[in-house]
């Protein structure tokens, strides 16, 4: 894997990304909410892709990782514009978008304004909509009033926050309640011991897309995070699978 590169966006953000170039489908990897490319899943996916010479792109969101910028200034629209500015200068041809958790929410964005250089999907216990299922009403009201929300991190020793430009543009970008205007064969991953993210709402998600080439996968001893050894290779068996699909 080549080392870490810098892209600059027009507004001076210098976004962080590796890309192992290759065949294609390119594969982009899009982490969960304050992750960055360096997780387990991410890693995994690269090393396997350049393998076996298929094209791979990792990034950090900005806020994130390697990236510059404040993560209070974080959004799905910001991310989401990071992404596609990425795929347009470094990736050429058609590519399959994988998300993990809030990243499974942003590949729909990504994957609604690629069009036609959408080759496939495939989520990872997906989040979509989390900033209106995923909050009470107590929150809600909070984050609309302009305070940050802080819930505990099961996975650091710092509180996790969401800030009220988040919430406000997450509100804006819900998708499971009409269709999904996404036409590409989708997989979805999700674990039904996941204390974060039900795994109902990866079925909600099979239901709002508009493509018939829909599989939806439970494991059901699986969790959130799904980075266990097994989880993996079910990822990287999805992943091959879709490959050579489309």
Same mark, same amino acid.
């Given at each position: 894997?080549?080392? !870490?590169?810098?892209?600059t966006? /027009?507004?001076g953000r210098?976004?962080a990304f590796?890309?192992?170039?290759?065949?294609?489908p390119?594969?982009?990897? &899009? /982490?969960?909410?304050m992750?960055?490319?360096?997780?387990?899943?991410? !890693?995994?996916?690269? #090393?396997?892709?350049?393998a076996?010479?298929?094209?791979?792109?990792?990034?950090?969101?900005?806020?994130?990782?390697?990236?510059?910028?404040?993560? +209070?200034?974080g959004t799905?629209?910001?991310?989401?514009?990071?992404?596609?500015?990425?795929?347009? +200068?470094h990736?050429?041809?058609r590519v399959?978008?994988?998300?993990?958790s809030?990243?499974?929410? &942003?590949?729909?964005?990504?994957a609604?304004?690629?069009?036609?250089?959408?080759?496939g999907?495939?989520g990872?216990a997906?989040?979509?909509?989390f !900033?209106?299922?995923?909050?009470s009403?107590?929150?809600? #009201?909070?984050?609309r009033?302009?305070e940050t929300?802080?819930d505990?991190?099961?996975?650091g020793p710092?509180?996790?926050p969401?800030h009220?430009?988040f919430?406000a543009?997450?509100?804006?970008?819900?998708?499971?309640?009409?269709?999904? +205007?996404?036409?590409a /064969?989708?997989?979805?991953?999700?674990?039904?011991?996941d204390?974060?993210?039900p795994?109902q709402?990866?079925?909600?998600?099979?239901?709002?897309?508009r493509?018939?080439?829909?599989?939806l996968l439970?494991?059901?001893?699986?969790?959130?995070?799904?980075?266990?050894?097994?989880?993996i290779?079910l990822?990287?068996r !999805?992943?091959?699978?879709?490959?050579?699909?489309?």
């Amino acid at each position: 894997m080549s080392d !870490t590169q810098f892209h600059t966006m /027009p507004d001076g953000r210098r976004i962080a990304f590796r890309h192992s170039p290759g065949a294609g489908p390119t594969l982009v990897f &899009l /982490p969960g909410y304050m992750s960055d490319m360096d997780g387990g899943k991410a !890693t995994a996916l690269v #090393a396997w892709a350049k393998a076996r010479g298929q094209g791979c792109l990792l990034l950090d969101y900005s806020g994130c990782g390697s990236s510059g910028g404040d993560f +209070a200034d974080g959004t799905l629209s910001r991310w989401a514009e990071e992404v596609l500015a990425l795929i347009d +200068a470094h990736v050429e041809g058609r590519v399959i978008v994988i998300g993990s958790s809030m990243g499974g929410w &942003l590949m729909l964005l990504v994957a609604i304004a690629l069009g036609e250089r959408l080759a496939g999907l495939v989520g990872i216990a997906s989040a979509p909509d989390f !900033t209106e299922w995923g909050r009470s009403d107590e929150d809600k #009201a909070k984050l609309r009033a302009g305070e940050t929300v802080y819930d505990p991190n099961p996975y650091g020793p710092e509180p996790t926050p969401m800030h009220p430009g988040f919430f406000a543009d997450g509100q804006e970008q819900r998708l499971l309640d009409g269709e999904i +205007a996404i036409d590409a /064969p989708v997989r979805l991953l999700h674990g039904q011991r996941d204390a974060d993210v039900p795994w109902q709402i990866s079925m909600k998600l099979a239901e709002a897309l508009r493509s018939d080439a829909v599989h939806l996968l439970l494991v059901k001893d699986g969790d959130h995070r799904l980075s266990r050894e097994q989880d993996i290779a079910l990822l990287l068996r !999805t992943v091959e699978s879709l490959s050579g699909d489309v």
